[in-house]
């Protein structure tokens, strides 16, 4: 069965530091995702990606988050300089199309010290 | 906007009880519901959806939820559980137009006991 598959599950980064978090959507979806969920909170949108361009993001993803889709493969999550509150569980998701429901992969942990 | 609201942070039950997870949503256009499960260490999955039709939706493993117009609810049930049913489930909603992100309620913990 097809899944989508992030890497790495577990990231520590320092404070200030970029971290790239991966994900392997499945291959013919179009709509791509990225949520986050800090511990004990509710899973957040930040962004979704379509036609290789950012179609909406939340008033969480700033300057500092970017995406990209940089092959017919990948799509990564940049976080240009970490701060300590950026420490959640990170998902990504994709959708085959409008109307079907979103997958989501395991998730990359990511630890701010 | 749309809001997901999940008053039951944690609802222990023993092995082959019935249970109801309560979801209440808020929303000015019409949306599509779900609910995800996420198994300890696992990543969300999908368990069942309500997009048109049939108000009563119900998945492979016996859980079943019921969209409720009237009262802007979508509870999931499921008449006796297992132990392997203990999981974090995740209420959500997304609008039927747009790039439907998903909005998700604060989840509930079931926890299942012998």
């Known amino acids: 069965e097809p899944e989508v598959t992030q890497t790495p599950s577990h990231q520590v980064t320092q404070m200030g530091q970029e971290v790239i978090l991966r994900c392997v959507p499945i291959s013919n979806h179009l709509y791509f995702y990225w949520y986050r969920q800090i511990l004990g909170q509710k899973v957040e949108f930040l962004v979704s990606?379509?036609?290789?361009?950012?179609?909406?993001k939340s008033e969480i993803f700033d300057d500092q988050f970017s995406v990209e889709r940089p092959d017919g493969s990948n799509f990564t999550l940049k976080i240009r300089s970490t701060k300590l509150e950026d420490s959640a569980m990170y998902f990504c998701?994709?959708?085959?199309?409008?109307?079907?429901?979103?997958?989501f992969g395991q998730g990359t942990r990511l630890t701010v010290v | 906007a749309q809001s997901v609201t999940q008053l039951d942070s944690q609802v222990p039950v023993f092995e082959e009880a019935p249970v109801e997870l309560r979801c209440n949503y808020s929303s000015s256009v019409s949306v599509y519901l779900f609910w995800y499960v996420q198994y300890p260490n696992q990543g969300l999955q999908l368990l069942l959806k309500?997009?048109?039709?049939?108000?009563l939706v119900e998945s492979i493993n016996g859980f079943e939820a019921e969209f409720n117009k009237s009262q802007t609810s979508f509870h999931l049930r499921k008449p006796s559980v297992h132990i392997s049913d203990t999981a974090e489930y995740f209420c959500?909603?997304?609008?039927?137009?747009?790039?439907?992100?998903?909005?998700f309620g604060t989840g509930t913990r079931l926890l299942v006991s012998p």
């Open positions: 998701a994709s959708r085959a199309e409008m109307n079907t429901e979103a997958f």
């Open positions: 959500a909603v997304t609008q039927i137009t747009g790039f439907q992100k998903l909005v």
């Open positions: 309500y997009l048109s039709g049939s108000t």
């Open positions: 990606f379509y036609n290789n361009e950012i179609s909406e």
